[in-house]
C-alpha cells in the first residue's frame, strides 16, 4: 500500500468562521490518517515561499494579504493517493463552480475566501510540508482502521 502525504492549510477565514472541526472531521470521517497540525500566524515571506508560483498574477496580493489576515491551520494528511484525494474533496479553487459536497462548495461563496489549501501534486506536496512542518512534527503512527478503510 503505497502511502503519501500532503499539506493543508485552513485559511484564516475557515478558522474566523468555526470551521477546524467540521472541515479536519471530514477528514477523519474518510479515514484520511492526521500526521501533524498546528495553529499560527503564516509571515508575509512563508507566505511568499508557499505561493511562490502566482508571484506574477493580479491576485497575489490581495492572496498573501489574506493569507496572513489571521491564524491559520496547518495540517498534514497521510492515505493511499491523499493528495489527489483530498483535492478531490477541497473542490474548485472558486467555492461557486465546486462541486456540491466539496469543502469549497459547501462552505464558501468567493475565489478569495476559498477557506481551505491543499497540495496539488507530489511535488508541491514536498515543497509546502517543509515550508510548514520541521521533520519531526510529523507524526508516523498506526491508524488502528486501517485494515477497515482499505484492502
Ligand atoms: N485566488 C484568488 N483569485 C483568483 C485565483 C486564485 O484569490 O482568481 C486565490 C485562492 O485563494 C486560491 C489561491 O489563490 O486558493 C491559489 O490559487 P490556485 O490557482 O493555486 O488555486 P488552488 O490550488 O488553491 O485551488
Ligand atoms: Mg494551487
Sequence with gaps: MEQEKTLVILKPDAVQRGFISKILGRFEEKGI?????????????????????????PFFSGLVDFI?????????????????????????????KAQPGT????????????????????ESAKKELDIFFKKEEIVEWEHNQYTWVYE
Design 33 to 57: 490518517k492526521i500526521v501533524a497540525l498546528k495553529m499560527l500566524f503564516v509571515e508575509k515571506d512563508r507566505a511568499h515561499k508557499h505561493y511562490a508560483d502566482h508571484k506574477e498574477k
Design 103 to 122: 469543502i469549497r462548495h459547501d462552505f464558501g461563496m468567493h475565489i478569495g475566501r476559498n477557506l481551505i489549501h491543499a497540495s496539488d501534486s507530489p
Design 68 to 96: 496572513t489576515s489571521g491564524p491559520v491551520c496547518v495540517i498534514a494528511l497521510e492515505g493511499e493517493d491523499v493528495i489527489e484525494v483530498t483535492r478531490n474533496m477541497v473542490g474548485a479553487t472558486d467555492p461557486k
